[in-house]
Every structure is written in structure tokens, then in C-alpha cells.
């Protein structure tokens, strides 16, 4: 096996392993040889074999002795030597072994003289600091840092070693009994290695050393003992004075507040007398001075009574000065007399009743239970006023209706946010319903609670007509109050968060509502007016646009929001356009229904839109009419919602409210203007307008041949026909006209005679004119031209426009005003296509006429039927120079149409094939 040497360090162990080693070799050698048997004593080589094993072992006992002489003086303390004395126990009795201990006793000798002197430097060094130190408190920090400087003497299996580790000095051990231990453990330092000297060394051998360490070991024996008995006795001086204080008075009064009166002596005593008892208990070696007197073992005998009596008292005090620091003014006459009683209770505590006193138990056990009671009563009430304020706080947490975070959310149509707003007031009225069965089964609790704490009392029975119960319920319907408040407010400041543009762009929110900005008639004049469906505000806001005070349009809107009073105008709209062009026309009648998305479309019950900001300010009411779904405490008491609608902080909340409106109305009326500029789209009378292009202010021309009109307020074209010859045309009289209703008549024959070069160009010019009914076809095509100019102009707008919390849908005006736009200009090249079709359709007519009468075969002497012939005749003559200035005005136009966009490529083509029908003249 493995050899260990005791107090040895790594080098020692290796060659006391090499020496075991060795030693086995050797032996193995005399008792396992193959050519000798140890049995055969006739066998003379014995001899030999046992004299060389022999020489062997002296050799290595040489070598033991040596090691244990390097170990002794490599040793660094007593007890290290003592171990490594231990380890060699068995060779100690060999002769060689034995001579190198008895060289080494003197060097462990002089070890225990040096811890001797140790002994006497720390003791005369504790001594001084005591003498020095003030506090008794730091006696055990000293005197452990001083036991701690010496080591172990024994081995942990040892009986010793169990005396010694009671002998250890603790951090919050008692200063005397520190000491004392203290002490005890130098006297056992010196002790113990003193006696197991003895057994090792030889005294005579030593002599005048051993007799120098005896006279050392004496002293310190001396010196110990009486510092025990100092202290000793000290402490059972101070026994005497601390029993008196078991006769003290059990409470203390400070002011209203009372206090355990335990001295902290008796503690410190009690817990001396423990230690001290534990050290006797452990320390059972001769001389060892714990005399403990019988009244202090007593003391510890009855310390768990005491500590249960401090206990209670401790819990009374602090049930006690509870009550008195926390009472409110209305908590006070429901528990005044309960709270009288225990206070004179607690009077005999301070006064007759003491720690040892008869009846101190019973004393104890009555205000115990009289201050749980008081303090659980109080506690109850409390709990359920506590409980109350957290029922209206889940009640305000639990309002998620706004803000709307969601990213990808899409405004609503008012009807669909109304309707939420629906539900949301029948949720929140079916939570305030639950709330009110709570808190009635609360209030009911708390006076159930108080009227039993003072029928256990002996007292008056206590109603709910009770002045005191009376006012305590005011005070739980204050906090109530409190609570709606706080709820109301929690949800205005969702409705103010879901408003604010900043917040909106910071959160990345979509706007709460949309509004569509459409083109609708004014049910007052029928005249058509532009305008946002639902309405945005009143008349109020387009008198603060007019006068150019947009302060001021905050301060309305503030001030409508906010509750204050505002004097409306009647009448009057929300329109821009109006505003710039010094009218009012009102919001259009068109409403949601109109697009088909259903629900309620936000009227009143008069039928008139409601404006948006007053649905603001009727969700505000909304919100404040939460208050109406509690029910109050009392009958006769304020109902909720008029201490809501006093609340200042909702007035400021409803101001800022005020504020994101009036800006979000500005805005959505700002994109609004930007459609002002075609406000004539809609304003103008198309009919008047073109009347007044073409210059006569007359009505529409019937549609008619060019060829065929008559001047302003003559008659229509007739014919002068044979009675056989109905279609035969009458020779035109009169000279061609301009105008709208300017019809070219002829009056009499035309004289047949060849028109120069500017009489072409003149008729070519005068025939486009009667196509453009006296207009140039110039002025056609600046007029065509504009329209298109206007469509551009549209297609720039924008379809739709975020302003704060309102998306503006203007798609619907765009769509509107594209539609009139078309209309207006096709009211301009219709005209003109309906002219050149009347002039070919006319021109085709007379054709198919003359071809039937130019037929017709003319017998002799049929004079009828010869004028007819020659009367067509004429007026084929006649057409001739008309027909000649057609067809380039013709292509003209239809050119201009076409660059315009008027017409069709299949129209123009169409047209064009009509006049390569008409004959060259």
C-alpha cells in the first residue's frame, strides 16, 4: 500500500515509499529464494541470507531515523511535529530510530517554549487593549482575530479536538463570555501540548530547558486563571442588576405610540447565560470556573416564556401605532370606541403590569386580541376600498377602443365608426354594471364587518342611516368618483392621442375617418355646390376662413370641444370654393348610403348631416356619459357625470381636442381649395355660356342645313312647289348671315355670273363661320383647347390626401368634375357635328330630290311639267356655288376636332367619306 507520512512534505513521503519498498525487496528475498528451503534447518546458508537481511534492515532503520530527523526540523509548528511524532510511533522503540529522536526532542522542545512566549505576547497585548477600549462590542471581533493566530494541536478524530472547537470565539458572541472562552481556549492552547510532552520526552534529559518551560507553563496558568476569575465575577455582578429589570413595566409610551419595554440587557443576558452553558456543558477538564447562578439559569430556564410574551407585545405595539398613524377622519367614529378601550388596556401595561407580574399573561392575550380585531376590522375596509379603486382601474385599462396602432388598419366611414362606438358603449356599459355589483358587495362587506367588530364589542348596534357609516360612504364614493374620473379621462386621452398628428407620425398611424369630398346640389337653391360628405364643421369655421383668422378657428373649435358655449350662425356650409367667391353654399346632400356602404349615415333626426366636429364633441359626451352607468352610493347623492363635466383637466383635454380638429378641418378645406379653380365647372350655366360664345344671347338653333337659315327673327326657309311637285325647292331670297340662328335664305334668283378669287375665299370663309354659328373656328379650338387643359389639370389632383386624423377622399369631386368637363366640351364640338351633319344630310337630300325630279319625262306640250324641270334646273344652278365652299371648311373642322380630342378617329372617317360623296360642281 501507499505510505504517508505524517507532517511530512512530498519529498519525506517519496523516500519513506522508496525505504517501504526496499524493505520488501529484502524480505522477499530470505523467504522466496528458489534454492533454499527456510524450513530445512540442516540448511547452513541460512546463516548468511538472515545476516545479509539483517545488515539490509539497519541500513534503512539508518535511513527512517535520518528522514524523521529532516521532518522534525522541517516541522513548522507543535502540531505538525506532533503528527509526524504519531507517524513514527511504532519505530520510535528501535535503537536507531530511538537515537535520532532523542537528537530532535530538544528542537521540539524549544518549539513548545516559542508558543509559550506566543501565549504570553497575545494575552498581555489583549489585556492593554481592553484597558484602551470603550465599547464592549468589539471585545469578540478583537479576540477572535487573536484566537485565530494560533493553529490546531490535535488531529480532527481526536477527543480534544471536540473541546477545542467549542472554545471558538464567534463574531456575535456576548463580549463576557468572549472572554471568557477566549481565555479558556489559551489555557487549553497551553494544556493540551503540555501533557503530550510529558508522555514523549524525558525530562532529566533536557534539564535546566525543561525546568525554564515549566516555570513559563506555571505563570501563564496563573495569569489565565485569574483573568477568568475577573471576568467571571464581573459578570455575576452584572446578573444582579439585570434581573431587576424583569420588573419593568411591559410598554412604553412615546406620544401616542407605544413600544415594547424589554431591556436589551435582559437579551444580552439571556444569551451570556447560553453560551456560558454551552461552555460548561463542553468544557468538562479540571479547573474550568462556570459557576452560573440558579436565578440565571432560571432566567434561561423561562427565556422561551419571555420571548413569547415580547413577541405578542411586539405585535400589539405595532397593530397598535398602525391604527393611530394610518386612521383616517372618517375611519375614526365607526372604531372610536373599540379604539378607546384598547387604549386603556394598554394603559395597565404601563403601569402595573410587568414582565413577572401575576396576570401578565392574560393581560397580553386580551389586548392581543382586541388590537387583531381593531386592526382586521380596519384592514377589511381597506382591502375593499383598496378593492374598489382596482376595479375601476381594470375598468380604465380595459378601454382599447383608442387609439387605433394598427399599421395596416384602414380609416372608416363614419357610419362603421359609429357603429363601433355602439358597441363599445354597450361594453363598457355591461363592465360598469359588473363594477356596481362589486362594490355594492364591498360596501355591504365593510359594514357587515364594522357592525360585527362592535356587537363583539358590547357596543351600539350601527345602522346604515348612521352619521359615522353616512360619512364613510361619502368617502368611498369620493374615491369612486375619483376612479370615473380617471377612466373618463384615460379614454379622452386615447381620443386626444388618435387625433394628434405628431403622436400619428411618430406611431406610423392611419387616420381614424375618411370623408369624401363630392359635388352635390344645394337643397336651398338646388344649384349644384361642392362639399364633404358627412360635413366638416359649421358655419362658425367659414366666418373665421372669411376673415382670415385662423386663431380664431382654433379658438371655436377649442371652445365647441371643451364645452364652453359657442353662438352659431344659421346656415351656411364648409365649402372653400364658397368662401373664396364670397358664398356659402351648404354640404352637399349626398351621403354614405349614396356609395353603398350602409349603416347609419351619422344624420340627426331633422335629416341634416351632423358636422364632423360636432360628432366629435357627441363622442366626447360619449365618453363622459360612461359616468351615468355607475350608480351612486347614496340616493340623494351628485350623480358621476356632473363631477366629470366640472373636471377642469377634462376641459384641457378637450381644448387640445379642439386644436387636432380645427387643424385636421383646415387641412381637409386647404386640399379643398386646391379644387376652387374649377369651380366653374359647376357653377357656370353651360347653356348662358355658349350662348354668349356664339354672340347672338339666343336660344339653341334647330338643327338645319347651313344652306337653309334664316336671319335672327325671320322665317324659316319655304319652298315654292308646283301642286305636282311637292319636294321642289323655292328659290332662296335673302344674303347669308352669322350668327347661332342665322339661317342664309335666298330672296331671289342669284344672278349666274363667275365669282373672282376673293369672292372663294370669302365664301369659304363665310361658310365656316355658319358652321361655327357665327364663331371662328379659332375660337373653337382655344375654347376646345381649355377644356382639355382643364382634364390635364384634374389628372394632377389628387385622388385622396391625409389631413391629422381625417383621410380626405376626393375622387369622387375629381370623377364629377371630369364628367361636366366632357360634357361642356362636347356641348361645343357636338355643335359643330351636328351642323356639318344637318349640311351633308341636307345637301344628300336635295341630291336624291333632284335626281327624282330631273328624271322625269316631259311630254308635249306639258308646260307644268317642263317649269317643274326647269325650276330644278335653277336651283341645281343655284346649290352649285354653295356645294363648291363645302368641303374644306368641312375637313377643317373635323381636323380641329380631332386634334382636340372632340371626336373619334371613326367619326372624322366617317365624316370624311360623306364629303368625297359630294359631286365636283
Same mark, same amino acid.
Given at each position: 500500500?501507499?505510505?504517508?507520512?505524517?507532517?511530512?512534505?512530498?519529498?519525506? #513521503?517519496?523516500?519513506?515509499?522508496?525505504?517501504?519498498?526496499?524493505?520488501?525487496?529484502?524480505? =522477499?528475498?530470505?523467504?522466496?529464494?528458489?534454492?533454499?528451503?527456510?524450513?530445512?534447518?540442516?540448511?547452513?546458508?541460512?546463516?548468511?541470507?538472515?545476516?545479509?537481511?539483517?545488515?539490509?534492515?539497519?541500513?534503512?532503520?539508518?535511513?527512517?531515523?535520518?528522514?524523521?530527523?529532516?521532518?522534525?526540523?522541517?516541522?513548522? #509548528?507543535?502540531?505538525?511535529?506532533?503528527?509526524?511524532?504519531?507517524?513514527?510511533?511504532?519505530?520510535?522503540?528501535?535503537?536507531?530510530?530511538?537515537?535520532?529522536? @532523542?537528537?530532535?526532542?530538544?528542537?521540539?522542545?524549544?518549539?513548545?517554549?516559542?508558543?509559550?512566549?506566543?501565549?504570553?505576547?497575545?494575552?498581555?497585548?489583549?489585556?492593554?487593549?481592553?484597558?484602551?477600549?470603550?465599547?464592549?462590542?468589539?471585545?469578540?471581533?478583537?479576540?477572535?482575530?487573536?484566537?485565530?493566530?494560533?493553529?490546531?494541536?490535535?488531529?480532527?478524530?481526536?477527543?480534544?479536538?471536540?473541546? /477545542?472547537?467549542?472554545?471558538?470565539?464567534?463574531?456575535?458572541?456576548?463580549?463576557?463570555?468572549?472572554?471568557?472562552?477566549?481565555?479558556?481556549?489559551?489555557?487549553?492552547?497551553?494544556?493540551?501540548?503540555?501533557?503530550?510532552? +510529558?508522555?514523549?520526552?524525558?525530562?532529566?534529559?533536557?534539564?535546566? +530547558?525543561?525546568?525554564?518551560?515549566?516555570?513559563?507553563? %506555571?505563570?501563564?496558568?496563573?495569569?489565565?486563571? =485569574?483573568?477568568?476569575?475577573?471576568?467571571?465575577?464581573?459578570?455575576?455582578?452584572?446578573?444582579?442588576?439585570?434581573?431587576?429589570?424583569?420588573?419593568?413595566?411591559?410598554?412604553?409610551?412615546?406620544?401616542?405610540?407605544?413600544?415594547?419595554?424589554?431591556?436589551?440587557?435582559?437579551?444580552?443576558?439571556?444569551?451570556?447565560?447560553?453560551?456560558?452553558?454551552?461552555?460548561?456543558?463542553?468544557?468538562?477538564?479540571?479547573?474550568?470556573?462556570?459557576?452560573?447562578?440558579?436565578? &440565571?439559569?432560571?432566567?434561561?430556564? #423561562?427565556?422561551?416564556?419571555?420571548?413569547?410574551?415580547?413577541?405578542?407585545?411586539?405585535?400589539?405595539?405595532?397593530?397598535?401605532?398602525?391604527?393611530?398613524?394610518?386612521?383616517?377622519?372618517?375611519?375614526?367614529?365607526?372604531?372610536?370606541?373599540?379604539?378607546?378601550?384598547?387604549?386603556?388596556?394598554?394603559?395597565?401595561?404601563?403601569?402595573?403590569?410587568?414582565?413577572?407580574?401575576?396576570?401578565?399573561?392574560?393581560?397580553?392575550?386580551?389586548?392581543?386580541?382586541?388590537?387583531?380585531?381593531?386592526?382586521?376590522?380596519?384592514?377589511?375596509?381597506?382591502?375593499?376600498?383598496?378593492?374598489?379603486?382596482?376595479?375601476?382601474?381594470?375598468?380604465?385599462? *380595459?378601454?382599447?377602443?383608442?387609439?387605433?396602432?394598427?399599421?395596416?388598419?384602414?380609416?372608416?366611414?363614419?357610419?362603421?365608426?359609429? %357603429?363601433?362606438?355602439?358597441?363599445?358603449?354597450?361594453?363598457?356599459?355591461?363592465?360598469?354594471?359588473?363594477?356596481?355589483?362589486?362594490?355594492?358587495?364591498?360596501?355591504?362587506?365593510?359594514?357587515?364587518?364594522?357592525?360585527?367588530?362592535?356587537?363583539?364589542?358590547?357596543?351600539?348596534?350601527?345602522?346604515?342611516?348612521?352619521? =359615522?357609516?353616512?360619512?364613510?360612504?361619502?368617502?368611498?364614493?369620493?374615491?369612486? /368618483?375619483?376612479?370615473?374620473?380617471?377612466?373618463?379621462?384615460?379614454?379622452?386621452?386615447?381620443?386626444?392621442?388618435?387625433?394628434?398628428?405628431?403622436?400619428?407620425?411618430?406611431?406610423?398611424?392611419?387616420?381614424?375617418?375618411?370623408?369624401?369630398?363630392?359635388?352635390?346640389?344645394?337643397? &336651398?337653391?338646388?344649384?349644384?355646390?361642392?362639399?364633404?360628405?358627412?360635413?366638416?364643421?359649421?358655419?362658425?369655421?367659414?366666418?373665421?376662413?372669411? +376673415?382670415?383668422?385662423?386663431?380664431?378657428?382654433?379658438?371655436?373649435?377649442?371652445?365647441?370641444?371643451?364645452?364652453?358655449?359657442?353662438?352659431?350662425?344659421?346656415?351656411?356650409?364648409?365649402?372653400?370654393?364658397?368662401?373664396?367667391?364670397?358664398?356659402?353654399?351648404?354640404?352637399?346632400?349626398?351621403?354614405?348610403?349614396?356609395?353603398?356602404?350602409?349603416?347609419?349615415?351619422?344624420?340627426?333626426?331633422?335629416?341634416?348631416?351632423?358636422?364632423?366636429?360636432?360628432?366629435?364633441?357627441?363622442?366626447?359626451?360619449?365618453?363622459?356619459?360612461?359616468?351615468?352607468?355607475?350608480?351612486?352610493?347614496?340616493?340623494?347623492?351628485?350623480?358621476?357625470?356632473?363631477?366629470?363635466?366640472?373636471? /377642469?383637466?377634462?376641459?384641457?383635454?378637450?381644448?387640445?381636442?379642439?386644436?387636432?380638429?380645427?387643424?385636421?378641418?383646415?387641412?381637409?378645406?386647404?386640399?379643398?381649395?386646391?379644387?376652387?379653380?374649377?369651380? %366653374?365647372?359647376?357653377?357656370?350655366? %353651360?347653356?348662358?355660356?355658349?350662348?354668349?360664345?356664339? *354672340?347672338?344671347?339666343?336660344?339653341?338653333?334647330?338643327?338645319?342645313?347651313?344652306?337653309?337659315?334664316?336671319?335672327?327673327?325671320?322665317?324659316?326657309?319655304?319652298?315654292?312647289?308646283?301642286?305636282?311637285?311637292?319636294?321642289?325647292?323655292?328659290?332662296?331670297?335673302?344674303?347669308?348671315?352669322?350668327?347661332?340662328?342665322?339661317?342664309?335664305?335666298?330672296?331671289?334668283?342669284?344672278?349666274?355670273?363667275?365669282?373672282?378669287?376673293?369672292?372663294?375665299?370669302?365664301?369659304?370663309?363665310?361658310?365656316?363661320?355658319?358652321?361655327?354659328?357665327?364663331?371662328?373656328?379659332?375660337?373653337?379650338?382655344?375654347?376646345?383647347?381649355?377644356?382639355?387643359?382643364?382634364?390635364?389639370?384634374?389628372?394632377?389632383?389628387?385622388?385622396?390626401?391625409?389631413?391629422?386624423?381625417?383621410?380626405?377622399?376626393?375622387?369622387?369631386?375629381? @370623377?364629377?368634375?371630369?364628367? @361636366?368637363?366632357?360634357?361642356?366640351?362636347?356641348?361645343?364640338?357636338?355643335?359643330?357635328?351636328?351642323?356639318?351633319?344637318?349640311?351633308?344630310?341636307?345637301?344628300?337630300?336635295?341630291?336624291?330630290?333632284?335626281?327624282?325630279?330631273?328624271?322625269?319625262?316631259?311630254?308635249?306640250?306639258?308646260? /307644268?311639267?317642263?317649269?317643274?324641270?326647269?325650276?330644278?334646273?335653277?336651283?341645281?344652278?343655284?346649290? #352649285?356655288?354653295?356645294?363648291?365652299?363645302?368641303?374644306?371648311?368641312?375637313?377643317?373642322?373635323?381636323?380641329?376636332?380631332? +386634334?382636340?380630342?372632340?371626336?373619334?378617329?371613326?367619326?372624322?372617317?366617317?365624316?370624311?367619306?360623306?364629303?368625297?360623296?359630294?359631286?365636283?360642281?
Amino acid at each position: 500500500g501507499r505510505v504517508v507520512l505524517g507532517g511530512g512534505n512530498a519529498d519525506s #513521503n517519496t523516500v519513506l515509499a522508496t525505504v517501504y519498498d526496499d524493505f520488501r525487496a529484502a524480505l =522477499s528475498q530470505l523467504t522466496r529464494r528458489d534454492d533454499f528451503d527456510l524450513l530445512d534447518l540442516d540448511d547452513a546458508r541460512f546463516d548468511d541470507y538472515y545476516s545479509a537481511f539483517r545488515n539490509r534492515t539497519k541500513q534503512l532503520e539508518k535511513r527512517i531515523g535520518t528522514l524523521l530527523i529532516a521532518c522534525v526540523a522541517a516541522s513548522h #509548528n507543535l502540531a505538525d511535529a506532533y503528527k509526524l511524532i504519531d507517524t513514527f510511533e511504532g519505530f520510535l522503540q528501535c535503537a536507531t530510530i530511538q537515537q535520532a529522536w @532523542l537528537s530532535q526532542q530538544v528542537v521540539v522542545l524549544d518549539m513548545y517554549h516559542r508558543d509559550l512566549l506566543h501565549v504570553q505576547e497575545m494575552l498581555t497585548e489583549q489585556l492593554s487593549k481592553e484597558r484602551r477600549m470603550e465599547d464592549p462590542r468589539h471585545f469578540a471581533k478583537a479576540l477572535l482575530a487573536t484566537a485565530s493566530a494560533g493553529g490546531s494541536m490535535f488531529p480532527q478524530g481526536r477527543p480534544e479536538a471536540r473541546f /477545542e472547537r467549542a472554545l471558538q470565539v464567534y463574531d456575535r458572541m456576548p463580549p463576557t463570555v468572549a472572554k471568557i472562552a477566549w481565555s479558556r481556549s489559551l489555557q487549553h492552547r497551553i494544556e493540551a501540548p503540555y501533557e503530550r510532552l +510529558k508522555e514523549l520526552l524525558v525530562p532529566a534529559a533536557h534539564g535546566e +530547558k525543561w525546568q525554564n518551560m515549566e516555570i513559563l507553563h %506555571t505563570s501563564l496558568q496563573k495569569q489565565i486563571g =485569574s483573568y477568568v476569575d475577573v471576568q467571571t465575577a464581573e459578570w455575576l455582578m452584572g446578573i444582579s442588576s439585570a434581573q431587576k429589570k424583569l420588573h419593568l413595566a411591559l410598554i412604553s409610551r412615546c406620544g401616542e405610540l407605544v413600544r415594547v419595554n424589554f431591556s436589551m440587557e435582559l437579551v444580552r443576558l439571556i444569551r451570556e447565560v447560553a453560551y456560558m452553558a454551552d461552555l460548561a456543558h463542553n468544557d468538562t477538564s479540571e479547573g474550568s470556573r462556570y459557576a452560573i447562578p440558579t436565578h &440565571a439559569r432560571d432566567l434561561l430556564t #423561562n427565556s422561551g416564556l419571555l420571548r413569547t410574551r415580547r413577541l405578542k407585545l411586539d405585535a400589539i405595539c405595532a397593530e397598535y401605532n398602525r391604527v393611530v398613524e394610518t386612521l383616517l377622519a372618517v375611519e375614526r367614529p365607526l372604531v372610536a370606541e373599540e379604539l378607546a378601550s384598547l387604549t386603556e388596556l394598554l394603559a395597565e401595561g404601563t403601569d402595573r403590569a410587568t414582565w413577572v407580574a401575576a396576570g401578565t399573561e392574560a393581560f397580553i392575550d386580551t389586548a392581543l386580541a382586541k388590537a387583531e380585531r381593531l386592526g382586521g376590522v380596519l384592514r377589511t375596509m381597506r382591502a375593499n376600498c383598496a378593492e374598489l379603486e382596482q376595479q375601476l382601474v381594470k375598468f380604465r385599462v *380595459g378601454d382599447t377602443f383608442l387609439p387605433v396602432d394598427a399599421k395596416d388598419a384602414k380609416p372608416a366611414l363614419l357610419p362603421a365608426f359609429l %357603429t363601433k362606438l355602439a358597441d363599445w358603449k354597450a361594453q363598457r356599459q355591461t363592465l360598469a354594471e359588473d363594477v356596481n355589483r362589486d362594490v355594492a358587495t364591498l360596501v355591504e362587506g365593510g359594514f357587515r364587518t364594522v357592525a360585527q367588530l362592535r356587537v363583539d364589542a358590547g357596543l351600539s348596534e350601527l345602522t346604515v342611516h348612521d352619521p =359615522s357609516w353616512a360619512d364613510y360612504t361619502a368617502h368611498l364614493a369620493s374615491r369612486m /368618483e375619483a376612479g370615473i374620473r380617471g377612466a373618463v379621462l384615460h379614454s379622452l386621452c386615447n381620443l386626444e392621442r388618435q387625433l394628434n398628428p405628431v403622436r400619428m407620425a411618430d406611431a406610423g398611424a392611419v387616420p381614424l375617418l375618411e370623408v369624401k369630398l363630392r359635388l352635390g346640389k344645394d337643397p &336651398a337653391t338646388g344649384a349644384p355646390a361642392d362639399g364633404f360628405d358627412p360635413p366638416l364643421s359649421h358655419s362658425i369655421y367659414v366666418d373665421a376662413l372669411k +376673415k382670415q383668422q385662423p386663431g380664431k378657428l382654433h379658438q371655436v373649435a377649442s371652445d365647441l370641444l371643451a364645452g364652453r358655449p359657442i353662438r352659431r350662425k344659421a346656415g351656411g356650409g364648409s365649402s372653400p370654393t364658397a368662401v373664396l367667391r364670397k358664398q356659402n353654399p351648404p354640404a352637399p346632400a349626398a351621403s354614405a348610403r349614396d356609395e353603398g356602404d350602409g349603416g347609419d349615415d351619422g344624420r340627426d333626426g331633422g335629416g341634416d348631416a351632423r358636422p364632423l366636429d360636432e360628432c366629435v364633441q357627441l363622442w366626447i359626451d360619449d365618453f363622459k356619459s360612461v359616468a351615468t352607468y355607475f350608480a351612486p352610493l347614496e340616493d340623494d347623492a351628485e350623480p358621476f357625470l356632473e363631477a366629470v363635466q366640472k373636471d /377642469e383637466e377634462m376641459r384641457s383635454v378637450g381644448a387640445v381636442i379642439g386644436e387636432h380638429v380645427a387643424t385636421a378641418i383646415t387641412a381637409c378645406q386647404q386640399l379643398q381649395v386646391q379644387f376652387a379653380k374649377f369651380a %366653374t365647372i359647376w357653377e357656370e350655366d %353651360t347653356e348662358a355660356e355658349f350662348d354668349a360664345f356664339l *354672340g347672338s344671347g339666343g336660344g339653341r338653333p334647330q338643327t338645319a342645313s347651313a344652306f337653309a337659315r334664316s336671319d335672327a327673327g325671320s322665317q324659316s326657309c319655304t319652298w315654292d312647289r308646283d301642286p305636282d311637285a311637292s319636294a321642289m325647292p323655292s328659290t332662296p331670297t335673302g344674303t347669308v348671315r352669322s350668327g347661332r340662328s342665322g339661317r342664309m335664305s335666298h330672296a331671289g334668283v342669284v344672278e349666274e355670273e363667275e365669282a373672282d378669287e376673293e369672292d372663294g375665299d370669302e365664301a369659304l370663309v363665310q361658310y365656316e363661320r355658319q358652321l361655327c354659328g357665327g364663331a371662328t373656328l379659332e375660337a373653337f379650338g382655344k375654347k376646345l383647347a381649355g377644356f382639355n387643359q382643364v382634364l390635364l389639370s384634374l389628372g394632377h389632383l389628387p385622388d385622396g390626401q391625409a389631413c391629422g386624423w381625417i383621410r380626405v377622399d376626393s375622387k369622387p369631386l375629381k @370623377l364629377s368634375l371630369r364628367e @361636366l368637363c366632357l360634357q361642356q366640351r362636347s356641348t361645343y364640338s357636338g355643335f359643330l357635328m351636328d351642323r356639318i351633319h344637318d349640311d351633308l344630310r341636307d345637301l344628300q337630300a336635295f341630291m336624291t330630290n333632284a335626281d327624282r325630279e330631273l328624271d322625269r319625262k316631259v311630254g308635249d306640250g306639258d308646260i /307644268e311639267s317642263l317649269k317643274g324641270v326647269m325650276k330644278w334646273v335653277r336651283a341645281c344652278k343655284d346649290r #352649285n356655288d354653295n356645294v363648291r365652299v363645302m368641303c374644306e371648311p368641312i375637313r377643317n373642322i373635323t381636323s380641329a376636332l380631332l +386634334k382636340c380630342d372632340s371626336i373619334t378617329a371613326e367619326a372624322s372617317l366617317e365624316v370624311e367619306a360623306s364629303v368625297k360623296e359630294i359631286p365636283d360642281a
